[in-house]
């Protein structure tokens, strides 16, 4: 398994200097750079930095997906400018979290705001997929958005979009969160990233603890061997990233 740590760019010479395999940095950060400053990130990556292989935040929270706030060419214009950097930067797979931004509306009706996620997702992999990038739905809990809160939502909405290029997102912080049991992955069967923090304070995994176990068991059980991301909070990110590096390593190898 490859690790990663959500970082901004800026902290490329940490992760690399503690190992990791990659960096996962917010899409929404790389889109806003001026085009000098994007140069500039471009020739540090050539210099040897570690791989901007995972990103994450599609979306500023000033872009609406649903409702009459929402603007497709406005959308298609966003993406296909990110996507276009997400790829220069060596970037293969995107995470469709932005709670606030894919929020269903409070004068929808679910059935409606579902409809409009599923074509906008399918809108979203259709574009992802001319620039080589495969996008994982990620489940975020019910603090952070009001639809697909748990893996199993998120796998029907993988499946009402049916595309090869959109896929799904394990993260253990918002399973537990949403007290969804850990063994869901193993129904669930084909993960295509995975991101991992403690529950409570979204703390990096320095030790094992029986959900970060089981949270590896199962993506065990289902021949698991991708990617996985440290999305946390620290106050000594150097230290504990370090710590939690080794820890799922000696996990999961």
């Known amino acids: ?21 990659y960096i996962e940095c917010a899409v929404s950060s790389i889109a806003a750079y001026s085009d000098g400053e994007f140069e500039k990130i471009l020739a540090t990556l050539a210099a040897g930095s570690p791989r901007v292989e995972r990103v994450n935040v599609l979306f500023p929270q000033t872009i609406n997906l649903i409702g009459a706030a929402a603007d497709q060419p406005t959308i298609d214009g966003y993406l296909e400018k990110a996507f276009a950097r997400v790829r220069a930067l060596g970037g293969t797979l995107a995470v469709f979290g932005s709670g606030r931004s894919r929020a269903i509306p409070k004068a929808y009706t679910l059935r409606r705001g579902y409809a409009e996620l599923i074509s906008v997702t399918k809108r979203i992999g259709e574009i992802a997929a001319g620039y080589g990038i495969t996008i994982a739905i990620e489940p975020l809990n019910r603090e952070e ?12 909405l993988e499946a009402a979009v049916g595309l090869d290029t959109v896929g799904l997102l394990a993260d253990l912080y918002h399973m537990t969160r949403e007290h969804e049991p850990i063994d869901t992955i193993t129904a669930v069967k084909t993960i295509s990233h995975t991101h991992i923090a403690l529950p409570g304070g979204r703390g990096y995994p320095l030790v094992k603890t029986r959900e970060v176990e089981d949270f590896f068991a199962a993506l065990k059980t289902i021949g698991y061997s991708g990617t996985m991301s440290i999305e946390g909070t620290t106050a000594d990110i150097e230290h504990d990233a370090a710590q939690a590096l080794e820890v799922l390593r000696s996990l999961g190898g």
């Open 145 to 156: 958005t009001n639809c697909v809160n748990s893996l199993n939502e998120g796998a029907m």
């Open 1 to 21: 398994m490859n690790y990663g740590l959500c970082a901004p760019l800026e902290h490329l010479d940490l992760v690399k200097r503690l190992g990791f395999d």
